[in-house]
């Protein structure tokens, strides 16, 4: 079982990017995929999840609106959409993947992607 993120990169304050988790060794399905971001000298911060039932959330205040998480389980893909990207929204951001239902504590995720970096700046 692994998983693997795409869709980083550069973009100016105001884009978009749409970051893709892709899991390989097993049905998407009955996962729920978490979205983290890195936070210097800090745990992960929790960005968001998608459960298997589809149910979803995005957990920071000065997220919501901005970002959603979705999934395509034919694709075997899970998505973070970011849209009105800000310059404090560069870091690295990694997709988890967990039996359970959604949850913000990253210990509760047992599968864990390489992360992929965004970077916001003009």
């Known amino acids: 079982l692994d998983v693997v993120e795409s869709g980083g990169g550069l973009v100016q304050p105001g884009g978009s990017l749409r970051l893709s988790c892709t899991m390989s060794g097993h049905p998407l399905d009955p996962y729920s995929i978490g979205w983290f971001r890195r936070v210097p000298g800090k745990e992960h911060e929790a960005v968001g999840c998608i459960d298997r039932a589809g149910d979803r959330n995005v957990y920071s205040f000065s997220m919501k609106g901005r970002f959603t998480v979705s999934r395509d389980n034919a694709k075997n893909t899970a998505y973070l959409q970011m849209d009105n990207l800000r310059p404090e929204d560069t870091t690295t951001y990694y997709c988890?993947?967990?039996?359970?239902?959604?949850?913000?504590?990253?210990?509760?995720?047992?599968?864990w992607g390489q992360g992929t970096q965004v970077t916001v700046s003009s």
């Open positions: 988890a993947a967990a039996l359970i239902g959604c949850s913000a504590q990253q210990w509760d995720f047992e599968t």
